[in-house]
């Protein structure tokens, strides 16, 4: 028996069914709601919508719980390597020994790009922001690989999706290089896909690079932490660009460009900012007050999210993590000084409190990629290699439905009514 709402508007009652997921909270399903009463439903930034139906991510941001096909993120990063949960965010299982080999055979056999596409790094200048280059070079995949257009051939949709996966490190690793004005590199498919990663980003011709199995690990860490995290911006962005039937890889670039909003993905590379910016514990409590202030623009980056009113894990799981690695590397940073001295001055503090703002993914990434000698411009980009599993994911599952339509959003009109044409002469 369906659970039903009722609404009256101007003495019309309305019945609109209440739909019951797996766990979290209960839709309103208003699908009917404008045809049966001529009004749109008002939600701008999307804080009360539910725009789909999804298995793969489910997060609980009053108790801080992530899970990826409800297995616990804290599980998965002890446990998992990344391709692991990236099968996992995939097909919705964890692999066996035989999917797992045959997995990331298929991801080692996409690892390169058309030589072709090592051309068009040519046309950016040296210091043009690695993201800039993502979305061009990713968007541009769509040119070459004509065989993985059909969205709607199963197969051709595993292709393109294990071809963005295998991908998405070697075009950032290019990047990174063509920026530092190194070769362009090649992947090694011997070495696991974070080792490739590293080895892509740091190796030069003339000389042997050593990879640190610390790093190694580190950078595994980092790729599930940022896997997948339910509707949030760019996933949202994937899936609408997706449901105009664009093809994967002009999706996947939509994607990546959302991302790279400091307001979301880009964090990470202001939190980095923002902590050199406070220069010392002696100045946080100036700059905290400048957060709470209604007259200056100024936020603490890498704090607050939408859906965490509680600490986000996987902040919990990086800040542990940066310890390990400094720790491991014999490295300190005086900037994770500060950001532990920022943290446990603002969860203290009345204003973060209350509007329970509390570290985020963002807050302590950056100084682990500082950590792993990954450049700031960098971390944005990492953050969409890892990414691009979730937003496959995601539009996998879309393109699965057979009910699937184009997403089409309505508004309420503030502007001009109809006006007598006039032209001052
Ligand atoms: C990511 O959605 C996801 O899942 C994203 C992500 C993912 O994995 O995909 O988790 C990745 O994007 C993490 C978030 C990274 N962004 C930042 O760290 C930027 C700093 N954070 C804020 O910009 C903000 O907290 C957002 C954008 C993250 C969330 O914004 P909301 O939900 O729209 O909340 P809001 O801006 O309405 O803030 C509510 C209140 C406001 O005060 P009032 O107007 O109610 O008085 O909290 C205040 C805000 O001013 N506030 C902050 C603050 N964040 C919110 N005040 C100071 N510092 C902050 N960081």
């Known amino acids: 028996m369906t659970r039903k709402a009722t609404i009256t508007i101007d003495g019309k009652t309305i019945e609109v069914p209440i739909l019951k997921g797996s766990c979290g909270p209960d839709v309103l399903d208003i699908r009917n709601f404008y045809q049966e009463t001529g009004m749109f439903c008002y939600d701008p930034g999307f804080t009360s919508t539910a725009s789909c139906t999804s298995s793969i991510t ?65 046309g950016f200048r040296r210091d043009a922001h690695p993201m800039a280059i993502m979305v061009g070079v990713v968007g541009a995949l769509s040119a070459f690989y004509h065989d993985s257009l059909d969205i709607y051939d199963p197969q051709q949709r595993e292709i393109a999706s294990h071809r963005l996966i295998a991908k ?9 290089n063509y920026a530092r004005g190194c070769p362009l590199p090649y992947p090694k498919n011997q070495l696991t896909y974070s080792q490739n990663f590293l080895n892509m980003m740091f190796a030069i011709p003339s000389e042997p690079y050593q990879i640190n199995p610390v790093i190694a690990r580190a950078m595994d860490i980092i790729f599930i932490l940022h896997a997948d995290h339910e509707q949030n911006a760019s996933t949202s962005t994937v899936r609408l660009a997706g449901s105009s039937q664009a093809n994967p890889f002009a999706c996947i670039a939509s994607g990546i460009a959302a991302l790279w909003g400091p307001a979301h993905g880009g964090a990470n590379e202001a939190v980095l900012s923002m902590l050199k910016q406070i220069g010392s514990v002696k100045n946080i409590p100036e700059y905290i007050e400048r957060a709470k202030s209604k007259n200056d623009s100024f936020r603490l980056s890498g704090f607050g999210h939408r859906v965490y009113k509680n600490y ?17 590397l014999k490295l300190s940073d005086p900037l994770l000084e500060i950001a532990l001295e920022l943290e446990s001055i603002a969860l203290k503090d009345p204003y973060f409190i209350e509007k329970k703002l509390y570290p985020n993914v963002d807050f302590y990434s950056g100084i682990m990629f500082k950590a792993l000698e990954i450049p700031t411009s960098m971390f944005t980009v990492i953050f969409s290699v890892a990414r691009t599993v979730g937003w496959i994911a995601q539009w996998n599952e879309m393109m699965a439905d057979p009910a699937q339509k184009i997403g089409r959003p309505r508004q309420l009109y503030v502007g001009e009514k109809n006006r007598t044409f006039f032209k001052s002469t």
Request: proline share 4%.
């Open 168 to 176: 998405m490190p070697t075009i950032a690793a290019m990047a990174y």
């Open 312 to 328: 986000d894990p996987r902040a919990r799981i990086i800040r542990k993590a940066c310890h390990d690695v400094l720790d491991q």
């Open 58 to 122: 489910y997060i609980n941001g009053d108790k801080g719980v992530l899970l990826y096909r409800g297995y616990p993120i804290e599980d998965l990063v002890e446990k998992c390597d990344f391709l692991e949960v990236a099968y996992l965010l995939l097909y919705g299982e964890l692999p066996d020994i035989a999917q797992k080999e045959s997995f990331e055979q298929s991801i080692n056999h996409h690892t390169m790009v058309h030589e072709q596409l090592r051309s068009f790094f040519q």
